[in-house]
């Protein structure tokens, strides 16, 4: 079921779903041979697994890529646009499981416990979006196919935390949208880390300097070097990038500012930087990502 959204981005579609305030799971198994549901949002988190769509292209965010012959995604973020489109699949023999559950349904109380603690971690990544890597899905295949048979009683319940469990296990799961975009913040396990991504994230349109990151958290500039790209994974450089482009996206999508203007507004210095580093990152200019996403979007 969808519904009229009067947020200012009414043009996306809010999906109303099955999901009662009673139930801690809903899931549905899916027969289908194109796929034909817009670009949408819920409250609800949602565990989607795909398999014989290779060629599809998943929309998460501002992250856009085709999938293979099997897909297994977490949706955590209730503002996080997401969606699958045919793109270049041929498959008529298309299968998606799709299990929606409620924030209340693992409250914090429950998260804060150390035996839920990689869920916790887990579900904090999933509002990005997470894809999980094809050692992990098989993992987790045969209890999502005896979920989508259960009769949804007691012990389909701590299946679904076991399947959840297991996930939460993956190394090799991948963040998908970018923070700016998803509106998700970062919430870095190291206080350090954690004040220079706030830092960042309200500063990324002016200069940000490396001697100011580092004298902000009581470090030298090359130590503190060290030790972002040891705990993020990325370079600070790489990092700032991101979040500009990350914010630029969510402009392009989201307002009518030229593509010169968000350009400055996110800290770019030219123009031409600001097309080079956008297309990098997402395979197209910054014209054609605002194009090709309000091809996707659906006006109700």
């Not at 998943?58 to 045919?86: C, F, M, N």
């Not at 593509?259 to 297309?279: H, K, M, P, Q």
Request: aromatic share 10%; charged share 30%.
């Amino acid at each position: 079921m969808i519904t009229k959204d009067t947020t200012p981005e009414a043009h996306i579609m809010r999906e109303i779903t099955p999901l009662s305030e009673r139930d801690c799971f809903y899931i549905v198994d899916r027969r289908k041979v194109a796929f034909d549901y817009p670009l949408h949002i819920h409250e609800e988190l949602e565990l989607n697994f795909i398999e014989h769509a290779a060629g599809a292209r998943r929309i998460v965010g501002d992250s856009t890529e085709t999938i293979g012959e099997y897909e297994l995604v977490l949706i955590a973020g209730p503002e996080l646009e997401h969606g699958w489109e045919q793109g270049d699949c041929r498959s008529t023999t298309i299968r998606e499981i799709t299990i929606q559950f409620s924030a209340q349904s693992l409250p914090d109380v429950l998260l804060q416990k150390n035996q839920f603690d990689t869920i916790r971690r887990m579900l904090e990544r999933a509002r990005h979006g997470l894809a999980f890597p094809m050692d992990s899905i098989m993992k987790v295949y045969a209890r999502l196919e005896r979920l989508a048979h259960d009769d949804g009683g007691f012990h389909s319940v701590l299946a679904f935390l076991e399947v959840l469990y297991e996930l939460s296990l993956s190394e090799g799961a991948r963040e998908l949208s970018s923070s700016a975009f998803s509106r998700a913040e970062n919430r870095s396990e190291s206080r350090r880390v954690a004040k220079v991504q706030q830092y960042i994230a309200q500063h990324f349109h002016e200069e940000v300097r490396l001697e100011t990151l580092a004298d902000l958290v009581g470090m030298t500039p090359v130590g503190f070097s060290r030790f972002f790209r040891q705990r993020t994974g990325r370079t600070l450089s790489d990092y700032i990038i991101d979040t500009r482009i990350g914010h630029a996206a969510r402009l392009l999508v989201d307002s009518t500012q030229t593509v010169a203007e968000i350009c400055y507004d996110c800290g770019f210095n030219t123009l031409s930087n600001f097309n080079r580093l956008f297309r990098r990152r997402k395979g197209c200019s910054p014209k054609e990502f605002r194009e090709g996403y309000q091809k996707k979007k659906v006006f109700i």
